[in-house]
């Protein structure tokens, strides 16, 4: 009886101390910004260089700056109706340029660029066949052929904006998103739409019915993602159904 009655008073104090504990608005979501998720703002990293290796240090920064940078998305689960156009792929080469040069802090992306292409023999006779190419005379050709240098310049084009070595371009761009500490890639199209539903029923966001460890840019992109699977399921039923 004694031990019961000691229990129940100690039961009662640990309960009344829990309750002066501060409690958050709302429930922890996962979203982290990515300097708290790595545990600071600059890192060395062994970044893959052609077929070799090298230090680079890289900033970690938050999402206003990388949203600063343009728009990419990392929701594979979204895939693509049709081939990027030269422009739209233009326009994505240069947001991940952005996003590489406020990520990169020793060296710098300038100072980088300049010690891989400064003796560059590849780009300077790609340069080299893009000036040739540009200078034949089209007067004449057929709308084939004139399609045919113009993929061919647009082709070249490409790949001298791509400045980096492909593989630090790609890995650099991926660390400074977080891909390497964030689940997004690995949502799927069946979680992205129902969380959209259950957002959609519930007044609220999407990402707040996905939990697992994310950046708090990560945020946008899954809504963004989610509410255009949840509008394409929402015509793909009105189509099934015969709904105008």
């Known amino acids: 009886m004694f031990k019961r009655l000691i229990k ?3 039961d009662e104090e640990i309960n009344r101390r ?6 958050p608005v709302e429930p922890p979501q996962g979203y982290n910004s990515l300097e708290v998720i790595r545990g600071g703002m600059f890192h060395w990293v062994y970044a893959p260089v052609n077929n070799t290796h090298a230090w680079i240090q890289l900033r970690t920064s938050n ?15 979204l895939g693509k109706s049709k081939d990027a156009t ?12 952005a996003i590489c040069k406020i990520t990169m802090n020793n060296p710098t992306f300038d100072e980088f660029v300049q010690m891989c292409t400064g003796a560059d023999i590849v780009q300077s006779k790609m340069k080299l066949e893009l000036k040739r190419i540009k200078a034949i005379d089209c007067t004449g050709m057929s709308a084939e052929e004139k399609y045919v240098i113009d993929e061919q310049i647009k ?6 904006a791509f400045l980096l070595p492909e593989n630090t371009f790609d890995f650099i761009v991926k660390w400074a998103l977080g891909c390497d500490v964030s689940d997004i890639k690995k949502l799927t199209h ?11 029923n519930g007044h609220d966001s999407p990402h707040h019915h996905l939990t697992g460890c ?15 699977i949840y509008n394409e399921h929402v015509a793909d039923n ?3 159904k015969g709904i105008r």
């Open 18 to 23: 829990a309750a002066d504990i501060p409690k």
């Open 238 to 240: 009105k189509i099934a």
């Open 214 to 228: 994310f950046t708090d840019r990560d945020m946008s992109d899954i809504d963004k993602a989610a509410w255009v």
């Open 86 to 97: 030269f422009e739209e792929q233009m326009d994505m080469r240069n947001n991940m340029e």
């Open 155 to 160: 082709k070249i084009e490409l790949h001298l």
């Open 8 to 10: 129940r008073l100690v």
């Open 190 to 200: 069946e979680q992205l739409l129902s969380a959209a539903i259950l957002a959609n």
């Open 63 to 77: 999402s206003s700056q990388l949203d600063a940078c343009g728009a990419v998305t990392l929701i594979e689960a």
